[in-house]
């Protein structure tokens, strides 16, 4: 079984940063792609990024192309996710996920989940 944990979150002004991370167990988690969601107040759960751990590839979200950055250490089984220039919109509960094989941004297609950390950004 796979277990995610992220951690990370919390409330920060628009303009600034986090750092979330997501934390791993699995014997293969070079087999896995990892990708973070997020769902908003009153809003549908979205593909935000995701990274594939066998061959690095990723996919990134429009809206937070040029400001988001995931990256991943093999080492530790850990997923990060910079977060820069933050945003009000950027404010939801994010999570992290994971699935065998190729990076997709489809919610449905990741088998296991984390619990989420909460991301507040202030106008």
């Known amino acids: 079984e796979v277990q995610l944990v992220e951690s990370g979150g919390g409330l920060v002004q628009a303009g600034g940063s986090l750092r979330l991370s997501c934390a791993v167990s699995?014997?293969?988690?070079?087999?896995?792609?990892i990708g973070w969601f997020r769902q908003g107040p009153g809003r549908e759960r979205e593909g935000v990024s995701c990274?594939?751990?066998?061959?690095?590839?990723?996919y990134y979200a429009d809206s937070v192309k040029g400001r988001f950055t995931v990256s991943s250490d093999n080492a530790k089984n850990t997923v990060y996710l910079q977060m820069n220039s933050l945003k009000p919109e950027d404010t939801a509960v994010y999570y992290c996920?994971?699935?065998?094989?190729?990076?997709?941004?489809?919610?449905?297609?990741?088998?296991?989940w984390g619990q989420g950390t909460q991301v507040t950004v202030s106008s």
């Open positions: 990274i594939s751990n066998s061959d690095g590839s990723t």
């Open positions: 699995v014997f293969t988690f070079d087999d896995y792609a």
């Open positions: 996920a994971a699935r065998r094989g190729v990076v997709v941004d489809t919610a449905n297609q990741y088998a296991y």
